[in-house]
C-alpha cells in the first residue's frame, strides 16, 4: 500500500481517537467546556459523618452548588470536621443555615444537603455551620424503633 | 533434594538474568532515537498494522462487552428499582477496567503475537543480522518503531472500546429495555469524574501499551531462531503480556482508586 | 602483512556457551583477492565473519580490517565501517516486505540522499550486473534459491563496497545457479577490484576461483596458502578434507564412549 494511503488511514484513526476522548469527556463524564468554577471554602462539624467522602455533592434545594474537600478528625472534640468548596455565585448562605447529611434514595450514595435559614447575614468564606444534622444510621434507627425508645 | 533447590535457584537466576536483558534492550532501543525524516514513515507504518488493523476486533469486542454490561446490569439493578444507574455503572466498568484491560489482551492477542513472530522470523531469516552489516541498527530501524506504536495505539484503541461499549449499553438499556435516557445519561455524568476516572484509565493503557509491546517485541528479538522458537516466543508473548497486565491492573487500581 | 592484507587475525581466541570455537587463530586476507576459507561444518566459518563484520567481540586477540581495529571501535565508527562491507548471508537475507528493486535500493536510501532518478539508475545497474534486471518488480518470495542470492548479492555490492563477505554462497544450489555464482564472484572481483571473502566447504568450487585458501579444523587454521601449494600440502588432514575421504585424522565417529559398554555387552566382564 502507498505510503500516503497508509498516512491518511493512521490520520483518521488518530482522529477518531480524539473524538472518543472528547466523548469521554463531554458526554460521559459530563465535564462542561468552561473553566473549573471558583469556589469559596465552608466547614461543619458533624458528629456521624456516615458514608460522607471526599468529591461528594453539597445541595441546596436539590441544586447542586458545591463538593466535599476532605473530611478530617477533630481532636478536640472528636468530631469530624468536613472541608466545603461552595460555587462562588452561591454567596449569600443565610448564616444560620443548617448543615444536612442526606442520602438519595434507599440505598444511595450520602451529601450534605443544606437546609436554608432566615438570618440576614450570611456565611463567609472560613465559616463554620452553626448547626448540623448528623447521617441518618439506618441500624440505629431500627435497633431504636425495636428496643421501644 | 539438594538437585531440586538448584533447580529453583537455576531457574530464579534465568529469570533475574532474562529480566536484566530485556532492560538492557529497551534501554538500546530507547537510546536510539531516529531521526524524524527516517522515523516518521516507519512510525506511521507500524501504527497502522499495530493499530489500525487492531481496530476491528476492538470494535466489535466493545460493542458486545457493552450490550452485555447492558443486559447484566438491568437484571441486577432492576431487583432494587435502580436501573437508571445503569448508565454509570457501564460507564464506570467501562472507563476503569474492562476499556483498559480487555484491549490490553485483544492487543497482546492480535498485534503482539504478530510483532513477535515478525521480528523472529526475520531473526531467522538473517534480515536483522544482514540490516546490522549494511550499517543499519535493526534496534532503531525495526524495533523502535513497534514500540511506540504500541505505546501510541494502545490509549486510542482503549478509548474507542469504551465508547463504542457505552453506546453498546446504551443501545440495549436505552433503546431495548426502555432506561430513560436522561437518567442514562444524568446519572453517567454525574458519577464519572474528566480527572479520576477518564484519565487514569487512558495512564492505565499507556502503561499497557508500553509493556505489550515491550514484551513483544523482546520476544521476537531474543528468540531462538528456529520453527520451535518462533512458536514458544509467540506463546510466551501472549501469555507474559496477559499476565503482566492482569498484575499491573491491579497495581495501578490500588494506587488510583485504592483512596489510602 | 604490510600494506597488503586488507583483513588480518592474530591469535583470536573466541567461545560460546562454553564451547571453544576458535583457539588463537591468525590469518591474512590480502586487499583485492579472492580468499575461500574452507573447513568443516560446525568449525565456525559463519562465526568468523561475523568476527569480521563486528556483529561479535572475540575474547581476546586483534581483528584489523583496513587498519581498524574492529572489536575496540564505537558503534559509530563500526557503523560507518560497515558501509564499506557487503555480506551475502547464506538465505540471501532479503527482506521480504520489499520487492527486489526496493531491496537493493534500501543500502542506498538509507546511507545516501540522492535523488530518486539516480537511486533508480544505480539500482538497475546493479540488477543488471547479476542479470535480473528484468525481475525488479517480483517480491522475494516470487523468487528461485538461485535468483534470491544474486539479488542479495546486488544489494550487498549496492554502495560499491571495498570488502565483500560471501557466506556458503554454494549450498544447495543446481549446477548452473552455482556456474552462474563462481562467475558473478570472478568478474565482481576483477571488474571492481574488492577484496572478496569466500567462506564454504565445497572444496572444488571454491578452489577454482580463490587466489588464496586456508582451512580451518578445530578452532586452529590447519593449512593455507595458493589452491596449488594446498594440493600439494603434506598434512594428512587437509588431504583428508580436500579429498573427502570419510576416515581419517578427523574420526568418522562422535567422541564416545567405548561401544562395548555403550550396547550393554561387556558389563559383565
Known amino acids: 500500500m502507498a505510503q500516503r494511503t497508509v498516512e491518511i488511514i493512521v490520520g483518521l484513526f488518530m482522529i477518531a481517537g480524539l473524538a472518543a476522548l472528547l466523548f469521554m469527556a463531554l458526554q460521559v463524564s459530563g465535564l462542561s467546556p468552561k473553566a473549573a468554577e471558583s469556589t469559596y471554602t465552608l466547614y461543619a462539624n458533624f458528629n456521624d459523618t456516615g458514608g460522607l467522602t471526599p468529591r461528594g455533592r453539597i445541595s441546596m434545594a436539590g441544586v447542586t452548588i458545591g463538593t466535599i474537600d476532605s473530611i478530617t478528625l477533630d481532636k478536640k472534640t472528636f468530631q469530624a470536621r468536613v472541608k466545603m468548596a461552595i460555587h462562588s455565585d452561591v454567596d449569600n448562605i443565610p448564616a444560620d443555615s443548617a448543615a444536612v447529611i442526606r442520602t438519595s434514595g434507599l440505598l444511595g450514595e450520602q451529601y450534605i444537603d443544606v437546609s436554608v435559614g432566615g438570618d440576614m447575614d450570611s456565611l463567609k468564606p472560613g465559616d463554620t455551620f452553626y448547626s448540623t444534622q448528623s447521617a441518618m444510621n439506618l441500624e440505629r434507627l431500627i435497633s431504636n424503633f425495636a428496643s421501644g425508645r | ?260 | 602483512m604490510g600494506s597488503s592484507a586488507y583483513i588480518s587475525l592474530e591469535n583470536v581466541v573466541f567461545s560460546r556457551s562454553g564451547r571453544r570455537i576458535f583457539d588463537g587463530i591468525s590469518l591474512d586476507i590480502p586487499r583485492g583477492k579472492v580468499t575461500a576459507i574452507m573447513g568443516p561444518s560446525g568449525t565456525g566459518k559463519t562465526t568468523l565473519l561475523k568476527l569480521i563484520g563486528g556483529q561479535l567481540r572475540p575474547d581476546s586477540g586483534s581483528i584489523r580490517v583496513d587498519g581498524h581495529e574492529v572489536p575496540r571501535l564505537k558503534r559509530t565508527a563500526l557503523y560507518a565501517l560497515r558501509q564499506k562491507m557487503g555480506m551475502l548471508f547464506q538465505s540471501g537475507a532479503l527482506f521480504t516486505d520489499l520487492s527486489v528493486f526496493e531491496n537493493v535500493a534500501f543500502p542506498i536510501r538509507v546511507h545516501t540522499n540522492l535523488p530518486e532518478d539516480m537511486i533508480r539508475d544505480i539500482v538497475l545497474m546493479k540488477l543488471e550486473a547479476v542479470g535480473l534486471r528484468g525481475a525488479r518488480d517480483l517480491m522475494p518470495s516470487e523468487l528461485s534459491g538461485g535468483m534470491t542470492r544474486r539479488v542479495a548479492l546486488a544489494r550487498s555490492i549496492a554502495l560499491d563496497p571495498e570488502l565483500i563477505m560471501y557466506d556458503e554462497p554454494f549450498t544447495g544450489q543446481d549446477p548452473i545457479a552455482m556456474g552462474v555464482l563462481v562467475k558473478l564472484i570472478r568478474d565482481l572481483n576483477s571488474s571492481m577490484g574488492l577484496t572478496s571473502v569466500l567462506v564454504s566447504h565445497d572444496v572444488t568450487e571454491s578452489l577454482s576461483i580463490c587466489h588464496f585458501a586456508c582451512i580451518i579444523a578445530d578452532g586452529k587454521v590447519i593449512g593455507q596458502g595458493t589452491p596449488e601449494e594446498l594440493r600439494a600440502h603434506e598434512s594428512e588432514r587437509v588431504q583428508q578434507f580436500l579429498q573427502g575421504q570419510p576416515d581419517g585424522p578427523v574420526p568418522f565417529h562422535y567422541p564416545a564412549e567405548d561401544a562395548t559398554t555403550d550396547f550393554g555387552l561387556g558389563r559383565k566382564a
Do not use: H
Not at chain 2, 532501543?29 to 524524524?36: H, S
Not at chain 2, 436501573?83 to 455503572?89: D, L, R, T, V, Y
Not at chain 2, 513472530?117 to 541498527?137: H, N, P, Y
Open chain 2, 1 to 260: 533434594m539438594l538437585d531440586r533447590v538448584r533447580a529453583l535457584g537455576q531457574t530464579g537466576i534465568n529469570v533475574i538474568v532474562s529480566f536484566g536483558r530485556s532492560g538492557q534492550f529497551l534501554f538500546g532501543v530507547l537510546r536510539g532515537v531516529p531521526k524524524p525524516a527516517v522515523g516518521f514513515p516507519l512510525l506511521v507504518r507500524q501504527i497502522y498494522s499495530v493499530g489500525v488493523l487492531s481496530l476491528a476486533i476492538v470494535v466489535v469486542s466493545g460493542l458486545f462487552i457493552g450490550m452485555v454490561l447492558g443486559l447484566q446490569g438491568y437484571t441486577i439493578l432492576s431487583d432494587y428499582g435502580s436501573e437508571s444507574a445503569i448508565g454509570q455503572m457501564i460507564a464506570l466498568t467501562l472507563v476503569r477496567e474492562l476499556g483498559p484491560v480487555v484491549t490490553a489482551l485483544l492487543f497482546a492477542g492480535r498485534a503482539g503475537s504478530a510483532l513477535t513472530a515478525e521480528i523472529g522470523l526475520m531473526k531467522a531469516t538473517e534480515q536483522l543480522s544482514s540490516m546490522e552489516m549494511m550499517g543499519v541498527d535493526p534496534l532503531r530501524r525495526v524495533i523502535s518503531p513497534r514500540l511506540w506504536a504500541g505505546f501510541y495505539t494502545m490509549p486510542v484503541l482503549a478509548l474507542i472500546f469504551s465508547v463504542v461499549g457505552i453506546w453498546g449499553g446504551m443501545l440495549v438499556g436505552v433503546e431495548w429495555l426502555g432506561v430513560y435516557d436522561g437518567s442514562f445519561w444524568g446519572n453517567m455524568q454525574s458519577s464519572v469524574e474528566f480527572v479520576d476516572d477518564v484519565l487514569n484509565g487512558v495512564i492505565k493503557s499507556v502503561v499497557f501499551g508500553f509493556v505489550c509491546a515491550w514484551i513483544a517485541v523482546y520476544q521476537g528479538y531474543d528468540c531462538v531462531p528456529t520453527s520451535a522458537g518462533i512458536s514458544s516466543a509467540t506463546t510466551k508473548t501472549v501469555v507474559y503480556s496477559s499476565l503482566a497486565v492482569l498484575g499491573l491492573d491491579f497495581v495501578l487500581t490500588a494506587v488510583m482508586f485504592g483512596n489510602f
